[in-house]
């Protein structure tokens, strides 16, 4: 089923449109989830809940991109929970790895106070990540967005392990500079 025609089943409060959305995209939320947290249980509570979310906001809302909409919500929702079993000194999973690879790149949440800040942070990153061969960009989306570990990269690009993350740290380094000279760090 399209994603149009699961929207419409929101849209007219038909359960079906949770059994549909799962069918087609929950193996992918599962391995978002599953990536961030560490945790197959944790990843399946937080696609049920990205759902539940989903079922809460649609209708009024009418995403452009179903997936992405429902692939933003799971990891907000995996993202949450990390924190809270991070803060409880549980958790696991490759957040942390991705989250300290980038911590040199990107300033701390504290200097980006304003959401004006914020979206120029976002703008500028997606300007950067435009400059990127395509290779390059799917490494640093996988990597940073959907925090695959870096041998599943390896597996899925064809590449060493030491590749991907020389690759990945050198990109890392360029994104340092663009956002230098935009001013933004």
Known sequence: MDDE???SLFYNRDEQALKETDSRYGALCRSVARNILGSSEDAEECVSDALLSAWN????????????YLLKLVRAHAVNRYHAARAEKRGG???PAAL??????????????????????LEAITRFLGTLPEQQRHLFIRRYWYTDPVNVLARDFGMRENRV???????????QKYLRKEGLL
């Not at 906001?57 to 992405?68: L, M």
């Not at 993350?165 to 994104?175: A, C, H, N």
């Open 93 to 95: 999973g490759q957040t």
């Open 5 to 7: 025609r699961i929207i």
């Open 100 to 121: 300290d690879e980038l911590a040199e790149c990107i300033a701390a949440r504290e200097t980006v106070e304003s959401e004006s800040d914020r979206r120029a942070l």
């Open 57 to 68: 906001a649609i209708p009024p809302a009418k995403p452009r991109n179903y997936c992405a």
């Open 165 to 175: 993350s020389v690759t990945l740290s050198r990109i890392r380094d360029r994104l």
